[in-house]
């Protein structure tokens, strides 16, 4: 039974029923019932599109306040890199980066720092002899979770090595650990500021068995004001960035392919268009490829919902911030480039119901596919969602799974409701 935790939520008090989620709802998981939205858990894939396309804020990420950390006795942050891009005019990442000390944390360790230890493996994992290709990038936690219940035969394309924010949140805990040999593990909190609910329901239901090293993530929003508040401009910053190019590219559509130093790869942004891509790989119909970068929000992650700025607008200072780095600070050496640690790999992938899958049983299936089919076949056919589910094959298989009524369908019964409103006058 799938009991993923979400970190989309409905305000149903907010909702007034109108389909616009609905209609762009990448897994078709939204029901317009008794007048507002109904998510379905099962379906949900926490992509954010219904929180970016609601006119009436009804649908909000659920994530932890700062103070959420102070439980703990050493605080320390996982600024994401698009966390760099929302500020005007920053030619320094250092600002940022003791401003979060200023807020609260005692320590800062930079996720676009991991970003560059995950790129430079996965290089080494792609020369890996039967490794299934195109790897697909298991960096976009949506990505994972659309594909297991939406193209399970593509699971063992995803590469089975952990995002760089966990990777980070591990290597910031050996390092307390190491300065700080009297804490406890209890007593060291890590907090990751994110710009997607998507990475929220990572830390809260992890990969397969895998648990995620993060105690709390909040959202860059909630943030934002208290740290530019925080970054005050001095000639004598401590030098505390530990990135370059490579890290910071991770926040952009096309950061983690390029960083595989491989003319074979492709990168895709906006949920449409992961989906077009993942069809195509399902059935054969793309190029010989041997890494896909898929990111869900536009842009990349920089487009995340939980962040402040346009992101074409934070794309385009991150380039700018860029531009005067090194191409990394965090190569491996000749020894590190035989082997990938233990520690940077996840076993094993979330089991889902494919969404496809109408019963266990074959035959039932069978029958049911059927009875959609012709159902379909009497319906308009124009998807205009007034039953209250996005397209008419969508109200059908309702239907047939006894979740709706075929009453609910205004055109299909058109002339019987124009009968009984004339009986009616």
Known sequence: MDTYEHSVFLDVEKCNGCTTCLKHCPTEAIRIRDHHAVIN?????????????????????????????????????????????????????????????????????????????????????????????????????????????????????????????????????????????????????????????????????????????????????????????????????PTMSSSGMIGIGWATTGGEATAIFNENYLAADGIDNVIRVLDQIENGNIPKLEFIELNACTGGCVGGVMSMQNPFIAKARLQSLRRYLPVSQNFLSKEEEKYIPEGYFFNSLPTYNPISRLSDSMAESMRMMSDIQKLREELPGIDCGSCGAPTCRAFAEDVVRHRADLRDCMIAHREELEQYLLKKG
């Open 41 to 237: 858990e099962q379906r949900c894939i926490d992509c954010g599109e219904c929180i970016r396309l609601c006119h009436n804020k009804a649908k909000r990420a659920v994530c932890s306040k700062l103070s959420a950390m102070d439980r703990f006795k050493w605080k320390i942050a996982l600024p994401a890199p698009t966390l760099y891009g929302q500020f005007d005019n920053l030619d320094d990442v250092d600002y940022v980066l003791n401003g979060l000390l200023k807020i609260g944390f005692d320590d800062v360790f930079e996720v676009s720092a991991a970003a560059e230890l995950v790129s430079a493996y996965t290089r080494v994992y792609l020369k890996t002899e039967g490794v299934k290709k195109p790897v697909i990038s298991s960096a976009c936690p949506v990505v994972v979770r659309l594909i297991g219940l939406r193209f399970p035969f593509l699971n063992d394309n995803i590469i089975r090595m952990l995002p760089p924010m966990e990777i980070a949140a591990m290597l910031a805990r050996e390092r307390a650990k190491k300065q700080h040999p009297e804490l406890s593990d209890d007593e060291i909190g890590v907090c990751f500021i994110s710009p997607c609910p998507a990475k929220v329901s990572y830390v809260k239901n992890g990969f397969g068995g895998y648990r995620s090293l993060v105690d709390v993530v909040v959202s860059i929003s909630d943030i934002y004001f208290q740290l530019i508040n925080a970054m005050k401009h001095s000639d004598d910053l």
